[in-house]
């Protein structure tokens, strides 16, 4: 709900999504190639990924205190976590083809990766949904409260 401001810096909140792709599409092409390289040809492929994992967590968890005064800066560490998770996922790539040199083997790896990753999505929702029934959180009272 918009308590009257329709702009925020000459941006309409009917933009953000736009905008949001913007920057996160031209930060990832200008500067993923160069981390591509890096990762590749450097001996820090492990460190890059746990930094990246940690700093894709610190920007994820203050998205918990979401609120009208909080929207800006929670917009802003979006961007940043967006950016942190291309970097982490090329760190997991780059590390699939050094696990084995066997065709079928890494095929079973990759789908078993991305049977957890699912399966734990579609855990995640079954938690949420249940705790939402059980504390009476139906339709849209949470959206609107």
Wanted: aromatic content about 10%.
């Amino acid at each position: 709900k918009c308590s009257g401001r329709t702009q925020y810096a000459g941006i309409r909140p009917s933009s953000l999504l736009a905008l949001y792709n913007v920057i996160v599409g031209l930060a990832s092409s200008a500067l993923l190639p160069l981390l591509g390289a890096i990762v590749d040809h450097t001996s820090v492929r492990r460190l890059i990924g746990r930094i990246s994992a940690i700093i894709y967590c610190a920007t994820l968890f203050p998205m918990i205190f979401l609120s009208e005064s909080t929207w800006l800066a929670v917009a802003i560490l979006l961007i940043i976590s967006a950016f942190v998770g291309w970097i982490h996922s090329g760190m997991s790539f780059a590390y699939l083809p050094e696990m084995s040199d066997d065709k079928e083997v890494l095929e079973r790896l990759n789908t078993s990766f991305a049977v957890v990753q699912y399966g734990t999505d579609v855990v995640y929702i079954i938690v949420v949904v249940a705790i939402a029934a059980a504390m009476g959180w139906v339709d849209d009272s949470l959206a609107t409260s």
